[in-house]
């Protein structure tokens, strides 16, 4: 009997230490198996993140091309708004010149009226023939006589 009891404990060790080993190797699998599910999930969230970041870079570049194309309509009006400004100062620069010459003349004709008048004593209409004769003399004095003024703003605009 003895032996016969030997080899049964022999054959429960040898079943025990199989079974042991199998429960290992299952506990092994099974934390492999958890590993790589969490190594999964990980994964996914680590590729959700990625995919948001990249929507919110992709919304920025939108917001931010917008704001570029604000900023040129803001830079096209306010560069026409200048030129706009700029031919009407040079309108009014020219007209100022014009109509500066015109008092310089106005003035030169009351110098020479006062003068003559001081000088002769004549009366008002021998000094306005007088006047006249000196305007067709002098070629510089004609190009102020009745003349408009003719600039304006459209004359500075180049279509």
Known sequence: MATSSGNSTGSTQILNSGS??????????ER???????????????RMRKQKHLDDLIGQVAQLKK????ILSNINLTSQQYANVEAEN?????QMMELS???????????????????????????????QEDMMNNPWNLMYVNQPIMASADMLYQY
């Open 90 to 94: 040079s309108v009014l620069r020219a």
């Open 67 to 70: 704001e570029n194309n604000n």
């Open 32 to 46: 492999k198996r958890k590993r790589m599910q969490s190594n999964r999930e990980s994964a996914r969230r680590s």
């Open 101 to 131: 010459q015109r008092l310089q003349s106005l003035n030169e004709i009351l110098s020479y009226i006062n003068s003559n008048n001081n000088n002769n004593n004549n009366g008002v209409f021998e000094t306005h023939h007088h006047y």
């Open 20 to 29: 042991e080993e199998d429960l290992q190797v299952s506990m092994l699998d």
